[in-house]
Every structure is written in structure tokens, then in C-alpha cells.
């Protein structure tokens, strides 16, 4: 005889994503760049009319607001295990979570949700541990 078994977890956190991010670099620069740009949801102060592309967003989506930015710069050469780290984690990145996307030093613009860094090494964890989180934004207005 079969025995039936109920499985029921609870879920104890669930965070919407924070931040969007975006990894960029030019041929001008030395450095990669991975920025990081608050996300608005409804009700957030800032959310309104003038973050949107359009002013159609009755879904109650998130914004990213570009007024407002937080930047690790990570040398194109890098010379030490951290920085060599963060940057083979960011290739892996781009290349893996992209849609035609290839990791390009002279001239890449990739974007994503914070919530891929899942796995992040410790110099990006550390960057984002430091970022004010949803309640201590305040909107640029």
C-alpha cells in the first residue's frame, strides 16, 4: 500500500530584488565597472511618473531610478586574488546569464537584478553588504 506524505515549509523571508545592476566598461577605461541602481516599488517615496520610460505601468512594477548610483570599479588588469576573483565571477556572469551578451573589456553593457550575485566572491559581497538598503533610500527629487 502507498502512503501518502504531506510536505508543507514555511517561507521564512522573502526579499524582493533591491537593486538593478549593470556591468560596463569602454575602451577608454581601465576599469570594470558594476553598478549598482536602486529599484522603486510602489509606494516607495521617488516611485512615480518621471522614473518611468513610460507612464503605463499600472502593474505596479519596480523602477530603477538612474538619479541614483553606487559603482565597484574593478581594474581591467587586475593584480591581486580579489579583484582576479571578481572579475572571473563577473565574466562567468555575463557570458552564462545573458541572452547573446559576451564579456567584452572594450565595450560591454550587461544588466540584471541583483538577485543573480548569488554566489558572489567576497569583494562583491562586501560592496553590497555596504549598499543603504530599500527603507534607508531616500527619493532624489
Known amino acids: ?7 508543507t515549509e514555511k517561507v521564512r523571508t522573502f526579499t524582493n530584488p533591491e537593486y538593478d545592476i549593470n556591468v560596463s566598461t569602454d575602451e577608454s577605461d581601465t576599469y570594470v565597472n558594476l553598478t549598482f541602481y536602486p529599484l522603486r516599488y510602489p509606494g516607495d517615496a521617488g516611485y512615480d511618473a518621471e522614473l518611468m520610460f513610460n507612464s503605463t505601468n499600472d502593474l505596479g512594477l519596480p523602477l ?3 538619479s541614483t548610483w553606487y559603482t565597484l570599479r574593478i581594474p581591467k588588469n587586475p593584480r591581486g586574488p580579489m579583484h582576479r576573483e571578481a572579475m572571473q565571477y563577473l565574466e562567468k556572469l555575463v557570458n552564462e546569464d545573458s541572452l547573446g551578451d559576451e564579456w567584452n573589456l572594450e565595450g560591454m553593457d550587461w544588466t540584471s537584478i541583483e538577485g543573480v550575485l548569488t554566489d558572489a566572491p567576497l569583494m562583491i559581497r562586501d560592496f553590497v553588504s555596504k549598499l543603504p538598503r530599500r527603507g534607508q533610500l531616500k527619493a532624489n527629487n
Open 64 to 66: 530603477a531610478d538612474y
Open 1 to 7: 500500500m502507498m502512503k501518502l506524505t504531506i510536505v
